[in-house]
């Protein structure tokens, strides 16, 4: 014999009605209109069988979902206490319908359910309170069940043992400033269940003990400063699960032995100042797990001996001083891994041996003085690895013989004073490689012959006094290479044969006072190439016929006197040449002949030509410049005659 037992027999008192206060006026997208209450009856998985009391002296019975008189119109807008008696089971808002208009539950009375759909009361941002006498029944989803109730200061103690998932039920209740101590202890998943509640201040110790997924658990819930000591022994995902917590003071010992998932974790929990022995021995993947913790000074040796990724884990730990010898032996990726740990002052030798990518790992990282000996056999990408890392004095002989690419590798390690001869055969771009670092004064003979790129390499290499004759026969790109290295006085003869482009390769090396005798027999555009070189006094027999553009070439180059005998029957490719000299003085010889011959082998006509103050003669000189305005409509901005 099978015995079905009514489960709004089990309700205590029968008839204790469901009671609410609405606001008709608090109309939004898809709700009633102002002086309307529909109720929020759903379809599925619903029974109706319940007296309504609108609050206006009228009522109806109700006995199905699209029941017309579900909707009331009321003669006068305002506020209203609707009085429900009677079995009603499935209720939901699902962030639609009249969601705004709900103000108060006083009740929930003996007969309401809210059935299994999710999304009850979700976006009811006007809701202030509920009572505490809820019967979840058969209700085991509460999935988004209060999520966006945004107006609810605190949440009463009820019994919701039943329930399997409460997913998001309150998040985004950013007015919840306490939560009562309801257990939980049939629930699974608990992903964002408390996310976002920014204003909620402690957390009471519940029972979570059998709950698998915690992702976001209690992101962004900004005012909690501790956590209590949870029960989690199977817990698995733990993603963003303190994220943003950012007056999070301490972190209880909690066994977490069985979580899998860790990204973000205790991302942007700011405050925290430490971090316990917590072993994660199965999570893969710490991408972001502590990022942005900017006031934690120490981290355990905690086992980490699952992880494959360590991508931004401590990202921005800005005061952490010291580092654990933690092995790493099946990580693969470590990109901006302790980027912005700036008060590291050493770092451990781990192993690390398998990771290809390094990208921005130990970024700025301004505190590290020395680096140890890692062994990078597999590493493929050193793409900005210790930029930044200013107070490194030195750097070691590592192995590199992988590495494809060094972008701005070392850019801004202004505490190098010198270089090791590491192998970089495998590359072909060393743009911004050793950018900015100040302090070194000379540079090693390294085998650059597979380098197709220079673009800014030793830009800003201020210290530098001297500059190697490095094999540059592949470089196609030379573009501020050596831009503003002000210590170099003078520079090698080396082979830019494969480019075409020399754009602000020396500009403002003010040091510089000649120049080597480069081939450039290949350029076709000069712009800003010497540049600002304020020491330059004479240039050399260079073999400009290829150029065209000369755009500022040798402008601001104030010491400028004189050019080699002949080097004017090179231009006649020129086509701009805006401010080449300016503001130099040529000799007045010198600046004639170059004149003359200029007119002997340029015929492109509107050419506009910057000599700065340097004056001609009034033989050969004034014969040729007037030829080139005359027949060639060129302008002049010089000194004029002598």
Not at 115 to 131: D, E, K, M, R
Request: include cysteine.
């Amino acid at each position: 014999m099978t015995i079905y037992i009514d489960p709004y027999c089990l309700a205590g008192p029968p008839g204790t009605p469901f009671v609410t206060t609405w606001d008709t006026t608090k109309t939004s997208a898809g709700s009633s209109a102002s002086n309307q209450i529909a109720l929020p009856l759903k379809q599925f998985d619903s029974f109706y069988d319940f007296d309504v009391d609108w609050g206006d002296g009228s009522s109806d019975h109700i006995t199905a979902w699209n029941q017309a008189e579900k909707t009331h119109t009321y003669s006068t807008p305002g506020l209203y206490t609707i009085t429900i008696t009677g079995p009603l089971e499935h209720w939901a808002f699902g962030n639609t319908l009249d969601r705004l208009k709900i103000l108060t539950v006083e009740s929930w009375g003996s007969d309401f359910r809210m059935g299994n759909g999710a999304g009850y009361f979700y976006g009811c941002a006007n809701l202030t309170s509920v009572a505490s006498d809820l019967i979840i029944g058969s209700t085991t989803n509460f999935n988004e069940a209060f999520h966006v109730c945004s107006k609810l200061a605190s949440f009463p103690l009820m019994d919701l043992s039943t329930l399997l998932t409460i997913t998001n039920a309150w998040g985004t209740c950013s007015l919840l400033t306490s939560f009562a101590a309801i257990d939980f202890p049939l629930v699974t998943d608990a992903g964002g269940a408390w996310a976002n509640c920014t204003v909620l201040s402690s957390f009471p110790l519940i029972d979570l003990s059998l709950c698998t997924k915690l992702g976001s658990g209690w992101n962004s819930c900004a005012a909690l400063t501790s956590f209590p000591l949870l029960d989690l022994p199977v817990i698995s995902e733990l993603q963003s699960a303190w994220g943003f917590c950012t007056n999070l003071l301490t972190f209880p010992l909690m066994d977490l032995s069985s979580a899998t998932r860790a990204e973000g974790a205790w991302r942007e929990c700011v405050n925290l100042t430490a971090f316990p022995l917590i072993d994660l021995p199965l999570v893969a993947d710490f991408g972001l797990s502590w990022s942005g913790c900017i006031d934690m000074v120490t981290f355990a040796e905690i086992d980490m001996s699952s992880a494959t990724s360590l991508s931004a884990a401590w990202d921005r730990c800005s005061s952490l001083t010291s580092f654990p010898a933690i092995d790493f032996p099946n990580v693969t990726n470590v990109t901006q891994a302790w980027n912005g740990c700036s008060s590291l002052t050493a770092f451990p030798l781990i192993d690390i041996t398998i990771a290809t990518v390094f990208l921005s790992t130990w970024k700025d990282c301004s505190g590290l003085t020395t680096f140890p000996l890692i062994d990078f056999a597999g590493a493929t990408n050193f793409s900005a690895t210790w930029s930044g890392c200013s107070g490194m004095t030195s750097f070691p002989l590592i192995d590199c013989s992988t590495v494809t690419n060094f972008s701005s590798t070392w850019l801004g390690c202004s505490g190098l004073t010198s270089f090791p001869l590491i192998s970089i055969a495998a590359t072909t771009s060393l743009s911004s490689t050793w950018q900015n670092c100040t302090g070194l004064t000379t540079f090693p003979l390294l085998v650059t012959s597979s380098v197709t790129s220079m673009v800014s390499t030793w830009q800003d290499c201020s210290g530098m006094t001297t500059f190697p004759l490095l094999n540059t026969s592949s470089v196609t790109s030379f573009d501020s290479c050596w831009k503003a290295c002000s210590g170099l006085t003078t520079f090698p003869a080396i082979d830019m044969t494969s480019t075409t482009v020399i754009n602000s390769t020396w500009e403002n090396c003010t040091g510089l006072t000649t120049i080597g005798l480069v081939d450039v027999s290949t350029i076709t555009t000069f712009n800003f190439a010497w540049n600002g070189c304020s020491s330059l006094t004479t240039l050399p027999l260079l073999d400009v016929s290829a150029g065209t553009s000369f755009y500022w070439t040798w402008r601001s180059c104030s010491s400028l006197t004189s050019v080699a005998s002949g080097f004017g029957l090179k231009f006649g490719a020129m086509t701009t040449t805006t401010d080449i000299f300016n503001p130099a003085v040529l000799d007045t010889t010198n600046y004639s002949e170059f004149l003359e011959d200029m007119e002997s082998v340029n015929s492109n006509s509107g050419i506009n030509f910057h000599a700065g103050g340097s004056k001609y003669n009034a033989t050969n000189g004034a014969t040729a410049r007037a030829a080139l305005i005359a027949d060639h409509s060129w302008s002049f901005t010089d000194g004029g005659p002598a």
